[in-house]
């Protein structure tokens, strides 16, 4: 394959070092091309050039034919889909059927932001006499979004379209583990007809490329999502411009199970929300919390759906794919060697199927049962198909353990009863609560992001719209 290179201002470009960083395969562990290892001169001229369309061209155009652009990628990226889902695979390892559910949530992220873009206004508000005052919602003017290696297509997608749309222009630093769709993408919105450096994409480590774009004083807005305390270290990088950040962060989010749930409905969903895209999801349902008068059936269920699941490179598309890397590997491996340690009963495990690639970095898909609430895997972010369950006796105990972690993300409630639907949905510390459903994360309509450490601003929706603008307010006195 082709040596990848930076997207800037409508061209390929290596790195102004010359450096490389090479591309491995996650299914079998092996290197298979290599993208450019971005330094801060290669930052400075991708924020150059943002300023630039941002002064000319792109900051010329009108809401409507920024829509029109954008409506045009989103065709763009529905004709090239398998090419993006076949790219994605390979990059991070998950299987085809979810890499072909990332690159359709692509074009719907562009398509639903090209439809928004010139629906974005602002008010007019009653103040003293003889005035009139409006406000006036405009753009940040230079974007930087720091995307991670679990969604790249996907991240990027809702980040830079609502950004575009707003009438901002990007400058992204796509994940060293993977960006190669996200460089893809970059080429289509040009063929779109996206004005020169309207999207800039600077590929390389987070600690150089990263921290230069986090801390650039050309920047007005970063959007980050990825640890927190990678984020921590962009609030602060930006807090030296004041810039503001939006923050995702990933959570340890909830399903709560009550003994009147739909089971046959909720277990597909349990398990499907913690083995998607092999755990490492940000709205992962990495905890179940269920009513002690079904925990021991329900977890029976659960078991038997865990040592079915399958595990194998992602041409195979089976259950689940590989980790993303020998060091999320070895993170997993580390929560699961304290879970034997602490006497944590395993319930159950899938298999990675005997013809997977000996390098390859796959983790069997692991219930955990009877997690002690203050173990640091029914608390802390695993990023690996590892379920914890824990039984809770009431609708009291539910809450205190679904809010008793830093995080606050995602929350699932499966119940037929409609006063306690409503009555945890009110009371938990999360910022979407999904109930006798559980969406991880998708929807691009619906504002997503977090409380506490999961993060702040909201990206998706209608919603992420504002917070890639800026409110004026016009008072004009005319008597
Ligand atoms: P990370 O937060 O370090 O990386 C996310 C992005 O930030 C990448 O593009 C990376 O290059 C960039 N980055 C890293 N250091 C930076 C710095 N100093 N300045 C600016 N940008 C920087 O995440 P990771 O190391 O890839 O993964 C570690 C853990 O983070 C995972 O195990 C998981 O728990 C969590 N994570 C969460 C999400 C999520 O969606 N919430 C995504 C990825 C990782």
Not at 106 to 119: M, T
Not at 268 to 290: E, F, K, M, W
Not at 318 to 345: E, M, N, T, Y
């Amino acid at each position: 394959m082709e040596e990848a290179k930076h997207f800037i201002g409508g061209e390929w470009a290596a790195s102004s070092g010359g450096e490389t960083i090479p591309v491995v395969d996650p299914s079998d562990g092996q290197p298979f091309t290599t993208l450019a290892r971005g330094a801060a001169a290669d930052i400075d001229t991708a924020v150059e050039s943002a300023r630039r369309a941002y002064d000319g061209a792109w900051g010329a155009a009108s809401a409507a034919e920024r829509g029109r652009l954008l409506y045009r990628l989103s065709m763009l990226v529905a004709a090239c889909h398998e090419e993006l889902a076949q790219i994605e695979a390979r990059d991070t390892g998950k299987p085809l059927k979810q890499a072909r559910g990332d690159a359709a949530a692509l074009a719907r992220y562009f398509e639903f932001y090209a439809g928004a873009a010139d629906k974005l206004h602002g008010e007019t508000l009653p103040y003293q006499n003889g005035y009139t005052v409006f406000t006036i919602r405009e753009p940040h003017g230079v974007t930087g979004h720091i995307v991670p290696w679990n969604y790249p297509m996907q991240i990027f997608g809702r980040s830079v379209g609502a950004a575009l749309a707003a009438g901002n222009a990007c400058v992204v630093k796509p994940a060293e583990d993977a960006c190669l769709s996200v460089l893809r993408v970059a080429e289509l919105a040009a063929e779109a007809g996206l004005p020169a450096g309207a999207l800039n994409v600077v590929t390389g480590y987070g600690h150089e490329a990263g921290a230069a774009l986090a801390r650039h004083p050309g920047i007005d807005h970063i959007s980050f999502t990825g640890s927190p305390e990678t984020g921590k270290l962009v609030t602060q990088m930006a807090a030296e411009n004041h810039v503001p950040v939006t923050l995702e962060l990933g959570g340890k989010s909830p399903q709560i199970v009550f003994a009147d749930a739909d089971l046959e409905a909720a277990l597909p969903t349990l398990v499907n929300a913690i083995v998607q895209n092999a755990g490492q999801t940000c709205s992962a349902g990495s905890r179940v919390l269920i009513e002690r008068s079904i925990y021991e059936p329900l977890l029976d269920r659960l078991a038997t759906a865990f040592s079915e699941l399958r595990v194998g490179p992602a041409h195979a598309d089976l259950d689940c794919g590989p980790l993303i890397s020998a060091k999320q590997q070895r993170r997993v491996w580390d929560f699961l060697s304290d879970a034997q340690h602490d006497s944590i009963p395993m319930a159950a495990h899938g298999e990675v199927i005997a013809e997977a690639p000996e390098d390859g970095f796959y983790q069997a898909p692991t219930l955990l049962r009877d997690v002690p609430p203050t173990h640091r895997l029914a608390r802390e972010e695993v990023f690996g198909p590892v379920l914890a369950a824990l039984p809770f006796a009431d609708e009291g105990e539910a809450l205190a353990l679904a809010n008793g972690t830093q995080y606050g993300l995602v929350a699932g409630i499966w119940t037929r009863d409609g006063a306690r639907q409503l009555r945890i949905a009110r009371r938990v510390r999360s910022g979407q609560v999904f109930i006798n459903n559980y969406g991880a994360g998708g929807g691009v309509e619906l504002p997503f992001g977090g409380v506490k450490h999961s993060g702040h601003g909201r990206e998706k929706g209608f919603e992420a719209l504002y917070g890639f603008t800026v409110l004026k307010t016009v008072a004009i006195k005319h008597g």
